[in-house]
């Protein structure tokens, strides 16, 4: 029987949908806009982003998952319906396979909770994949080499470290500090350098535009906008790359603290691999300016930004579904 298969990077800041015949389909924030008092779903994705920070009372834009979790289970369910009924349709006779991305810390009942609600969503079968797992696929690394390889997967709620060995994870840490802690780090920077409050979307901004994770003498400025807090009036400042820099610090320095706590617990066979090797950093944040280096300064261990790291998890995702049948019987955990 015909059966339809997705892949679903499901991320805390954006969720992207792999379909095999058809590539990476959806890009989107993970965002959902919800209308009060009757709670009915306004809009999903790219649209409610549009409406952070910007809505009347009757409207509340929620990011439903919190740190790579489920924080609002059925927000989660109906945006997860939203997305696989754009991708393959919503009146598709079919149910879909799905396999979804799960940090490698997530507990036994966030797995259900991911699992219930892909199923209510539309699911027929649901697999879910630890995203070391599904980062190393995605970046070319060989999983089921008898050698160690890192990989640090630093996306918008969790930075994700493993070593993975004979295509299992020998050593993994999973830090609920990414890009989404830079960016409140940014806001609470400006605020108190500045006197300035910034929203949400103007830190995420800084970040991408004068983003660094080291002071540099090419300084980088972004113009930003924002509420004076003595006169509550509009006010624009100056902020530059080496302030990104002195603001996200203390999560960096934490980042690779926790990458030290993997190496601390590799067996010494696979720690040398790494050493020769260096590691690979994956990850919508891993484009932070300088990051790498950053982290071989602080470490004497190279390390390498894959390519397309944005993708490495949902290109991953693809790898399963073309060889569905093999990855039954290592990676996936399926949850009927």
């Known amino acids: 029987m015909f059966t339809r298969k997705i892949g679903i990077d499901l991320g805390t800041t954006n969720t992207l949908v792999f379909l095999p015949d058809k590539g990476i389909v959806i890009n989107e924030p993970t965002v959902v806009a919800l209308k009060k008092p009757e709670n009915s779903v306004l809009a999903v994705g790219a649209e409610a982003k549009e409406m952070v920070g910007r809505t009347p009372e009757n ?62 969503a539309g699911a027929k079968e649901v697999f879910l994949v630890k995203e070391p797992l599904l980062a190393s696929l995605g970046a070319g690394i060989p999983i089921h080499s008898s050698e160690g390889n ?13 070593v993975i060995s004979l295509g299992g994870i020998v050593a993994w840490s999973s830090l609920r500090i990414a890009g989404n802690r830079f960016d409140q780090a940014i806001t609470e920077y400006t605020r108190k350098k500045y006197g300035l409050a910034i929203g949400e979307s103007t830190a ?31 006010k624009n400042i100056i902020i530059n790359s080496n302030e990104v820099a002195e603001a996200i610090n203390p999560f960096l320095v934490e980042i690779v603290n926790s990458i030290q706590s993997v190496f601390n617990v590799t067996p010494p066979e696979l720690a040398a691999d790494i050493m020769e090797k260096g590691m690979i950093l994956s990850g919508g944040s891993s484009q932070l300016r300088y990051l790498d ?19 490495c ?3 991953g995702t693809a790898i399963v579904l073309s060889h569905i049948d093999v990855y039954k019987r290592t990676l996936l955990s399926a949850r009927r």
């Open 59 to 120: 409207i509340i834009t929620y990011r439903p998952l919190k740190e790579g979790v489920i924080a609002e289970y059925y927000i989660t369910q109906a945006m997860l319906r939203y997305f696989i009924e754009k991708s393959i349709g919503a009146f598709n006779i079919f149910k879909p396979e799905v396999v979804i991305s799960v940090p490698a810390g997530i507990t036994s009942t966030e797995e259900r909770a991911v699992t219930n609600a892909a199923k209510e």
């Open 150 to 162: 890192m990989i640090v997967n630093i996306g918008g709620g969790t930075t994700e470290v493993a």
């Open 204 to 234: 995420e901004n800084i970040k991408i535009t004068a983003g660094s994770a080291l002071p540099n003498k090419t300084k980088a400025d972004v113009k930003v906008r924002g509420r004076d807090l003595m006169t509550g009036l509009p």
């Open 293 to 311: 280096e950053f982290i071989k300064r602080s470490l004497g261990v190279e390390a390498f930004v894959a390519e397309d790291p944005f993708f």
């Open 313 to 315: 998890v949902a290109k």
